[in-house]
């Protein structure tokens, strides 16, 4: 048949029917091969607004990035199947694709502040005991406490507003540390003063709930990595979702070779005294740490992952609050945590109170029986004396001194340690 299109198209022929063959075509392989044309459809993402959280908004941590969602600029990892199914609800994070351009695109990490099981009992507890429903408007019911009230009628972010909350950075506040919270808030446009004058009120409630709940985002927010401090890049947030810069957590290298575990100690040991002594003159100190608590970015380089442990004390400036004003709880003291919980005494805090948990959780862990003998036992030695240094400041900080004069040697430069290579060929630094 194709053959004899071919010799008709040759021929001198009517024009109609010249044309109706010049529309079939004159080759036969051509006509044989070309797939019909489909019209492109868009695949639509649905998210529903209560997997992103926004139908509690304004109990929420922000807004700032939820059109990178609805534009699918922010995947999640499933989305990369043909079926586009969004991941279970109930995780506490994710891990997603980020792009600005929708060609090149980068890991990032999607978490929730606290789990959905927490989050929906939080919302329970604030109707029951507000407003005595079952359910209600959590935005108009936190809108009635004295609490808020006050936040409302505040120019600036003192102590006695931030007084019972439960997160850790909020025990010791100093009015320094509150004014760079107000300053440095990035889920609001023109941030850059210590007024909260550019806050609307639902500005207002969203940091008060954020704060309440997990100070995490806002650690990330007001000490920024191109600062230099070692937390991974915040992003933004839409409903009760955060996304910042993807790292893997520090658990996914217990296995790891002796030198790639002699390096991250090497790194935490490093970031801890950063944390202790900085330009700023902030202490922090954690409450608690585990495995997820630091991460690994692809480099190599180790940052704080989870920063929700994270207590400041300002050694500029000490705690604004005396000890019984900290003992003032409301419902906002306790959307995460049991209201009976004790505060922790600024005053008890150490400066060697972090290095003795990570030689307690973390180091033995990571470098128990990496090397040979008797280095191995030498190491092993340094951790113990740290771990049960409870009592003895300077014992503690020789034993991490030793222990790092042990390590140094241990790690290898090589281009699995990005961050610093090949710097370190060049370096005694390394």
């Known amino acids: 048949m194709g053959r004899w299109i071919c010799c008709l198209c040759s021929r001198g022929a009517d024009p109609l029917m010249l044309l109706l063959v010049l529309a079939l075509s004159c080759s036969p392989s051509t006509a044989a091969t070309t797939s019909p044309s489909v019209p492109h459809v868009k695949s639509s993402y649905s998210f529903g607004r209560t997997f992103l959280g926004l139908d509690k908004c304004n109990a929420c941590i922000g807004t700032s990035i939820c059109k990178k969602f609805f534009k699918e600029e922010i995947r999640f990892d499933t ?10 609800s109930y995780l506490l994070s994710y891990s997603g694709n980020y792009t600005d351009d929708a060609k090149s695109w980068r890991l990032v990490d999607i978490t929730r502040l606290t789990s959905k099981y927490q989050h929906d009992r939080a919302d329970k507890r604030i109707c029951t005991s507000l407003l005595k429903t079952k359910t209600c408007s959590l935005e108009r019911a936190l809108r009635r406490t004295q609490r808020f009230q006050k936040w409302l009628r505040a120019k600036r972010l003192t102590p006695d507003l931030v007084q019972g909350l ?36 639902r500005d207002k409630l969203r940091l008060l709930y954020t704060l309440a709940v997990n100070s995490h985002p806002i650690l990330l927010q007001i ?27 520090l658990r996914d290298f217990y296995g790891a070779a002796p030198e790639v575990a002699a390096d991250l100690a090497l790194q935490l040991l490093a970031v801890l005294r950063s944390m202790g002594t900085n330009d700023l003159n902030y202490f922090f100190y954690f409450t608690h740490v585990d495995a997820g608590t630091f991460g690994v970015f692809s480099n190599g380089h ?28 409301d419902i906002f003291s306790c959307l995460t945590v ?12 150490r400066e060697k109170h972090s290095l003795v948990l990570v030689c307690q959780e973390l180091l ?16 092993d030695s340094f951790l113990q004396h ?21 390590l140094k040697p241990l790690r290898s430069c090589d281009s699995r340690f990005a961050y610093r ?5 060049y370096s005694d630094k390394y």
Not at 226 to 248: K, N
Not at 365 to 379: D, N, S
Not at 421 to 425: A, L, Q, S, V, W
Request: glycine fraction near 6%; hydrophobic fraction near 35%.
């Open 79 to 88: 989305w990369l199947s043909s079926h586009l199914k969004l991941p279970p």
């Open 166 to 201: 439960s997160s850790p950075m909020l025990r010791c506040p100093s009015q320094r540390l509150l004014d760079r919270i107000v300053r440095c808030y990035a889920e609001v446009p023109d941030a850059g003063s210590i007024y909260m004058d550019h806050l609307t009120d």
């Open 223 to 249: 000490f920024p990595d191109v600062e230099g401090w070692p937390f991974p890049r915040y992003l933004g947030s839409c409903g009760r979702l955060v996304v910042s810069a993807s790292t893997q957590p």
């Open 302 to 329: 180790l940052f704080i992952r989870d920063a929700s442990t994270l207590g400041i004390i300002d050694k500029e400036e000490g705690s604004q609050l005396i000890d019984g004003q900290q003992e003032h709880k």
């Open 338 to 349: 049991d209201c009976q919980s004790a505060f922790v005494s600024c005053d008890s805090i």
């Open 364 to 379: 033995p862990k990571l470098l128990e029986g990496k090397f040979l003998q008797p280095v191995q036992e030498k190491i």
């Open 386 to 406: 740290c771990a049960s240094g409870l009592t003895d400041d300077q014992g503690v900080n020789e034993a991490i001194a030793r222990l790092a004069e042990i």
């Open 421 to 425: 290579y090949p710097d370190c060929k």
